[in-house]
Nanobody, 124 residues
């Protein structure tokens, strides 16, 4: 069975940092483009970042560029999202997802499998 499990969410103060993990089972994660998305109540799920399978190229939404970094550990079959300089507007449930192809698009419809999400709250 294909499964993605996010972890690492929690409460952090503005300006703080957090690292999210996306552990995969049932498939080899680095064969696919893997993305991070986030969703707040009443809002659409939006793309945050994506990492390509072969060359490891990374992509970011403008709202998180220069603050977030996506990476992959093939040995652990895990993708990470390092989040720095966090802002209250970063408060969301964060999801990892596997794309239908090896090409990164920060679009929800490009991804076929999703984790259960992990809550990130940025507040003083």
């Amino acid at each position: 069975q294909v499964q993605l499990v996010e972890s690492g969410g929690g409460l952090v103060q503005p300006g703080g940092s957090l690292r999210l993990s996306c552990a995969a089972s049932g498939f080899i994660l680095h064969y696919y483009a893997v993305g991070w998305f986030r969703e707040a109540p009443g809002k659409e799920r939006e793309g945050v970042s994506c990492i390509s399978p072969s060359n490891g190229a990374t992509y970011y939404a403008d709202s998180v560029k220069d603050r977030f970094t996506i990476s992959r550990d093939n040995a652990k079959n895990t993708v990470y999202l390092q989040m720095n300089s966090l802002k209250p507007e970063d408060t969301n449930v964060y999801y990892c997802a596997v794309a239908r192809s090896g090409v990164c698009f920060l679009l929800k419809r490009a991804f076929s499998s999703w984790g259960q999400g992990t809550q990130v709250t940025v507040s003083s």
